[in-house]
C-alpha cells in the first residue's frame, strides 16, 4: 500500500481550489485522511492471512492431485561433447578442444587440444635431440 499512497499524496490537492470543470471550490485531502481510508483493505488483507493460516485447504486444495514424483527415478541426459559442435545438431565444430587437461584429471575422449594452426612461412625451431647440458 505505500507506494499507492505516496502516490494519492501526490496528486491529491493540499490547499483549496476551484474546480474547471463545475466551478466549485475543492477542499484539500490531508495524509491522514488517505492513510484512514488505507485501514480497511489492511483489515481485509490481515482477515485473509488468517483464514489461509486456520485453512490451508482454502489454498492447498489441488496440492495432492498430481501423481507423487520419486527424486532416484530422474535422469537427467546432456549431449555428448563430440566434435559435431558440442552435440548441437546444426552447429558446426569451431576446434575448441576443450584446453588443457588438469593434472590428475582422467582423460576424456574427444577433448584433446587441436594443434596450432600452421602459418605458411613460418618453420617450428628445431628441436634438440637431447637438453643442453648444464653445470651445477
Not at 61 to 78: C, F, N, R
Not at 125 to 134: I, K, L, S
Amino acid at each position: 500500500f505505500g507506494f499507492a499512497l505516496f502516490y494519492l499524496r501526490s496528486v491529491a490537492p493540499r490547499e483549496i481550489f476551484k474546480d474547471r470543470v463545475t466551478g466549485r471550490l475543492v477542499e484539500p485531502v490531508k495524509t491522514a485522511q488517505i492513510y484512514m481510508g488505507a485501514i480497511p483493505f489492511v483489515i481485509i488483507q490481515v482477515v485473509m492471512v488468517f483464514a489461509v493460516v486456520l485453512f490451508p485447504g482454502l489454498v492447498m486444495h489441488y496440492k495432492g492431485t498430481k501423481p507423487a514424483v520419486d527424486p532416484s527415478t530422474i535422469e537427467i541426459q546432456l549431449p555428448g561433447m563430440g566434435g559435431d559442435g558440442g552435440g548441437i545438431p546444426g552447429l558446426p565444430d569451431f576446434g575448441g578442444g576443450g584446453g588443457p587437461a588438469l593434472p590428475g584429471a582422467p582423460a576424456i575422449p574427444g577433448l584433446e587440444a587441436p594443434p596450432p594452426p600452421a602459418i605458411p612461412g613460418l618453420e617450428p625451431p628445431p628441436q634438440p635431440a637431447t637438453p643442453p647440458a648444464t653445470n651445477n
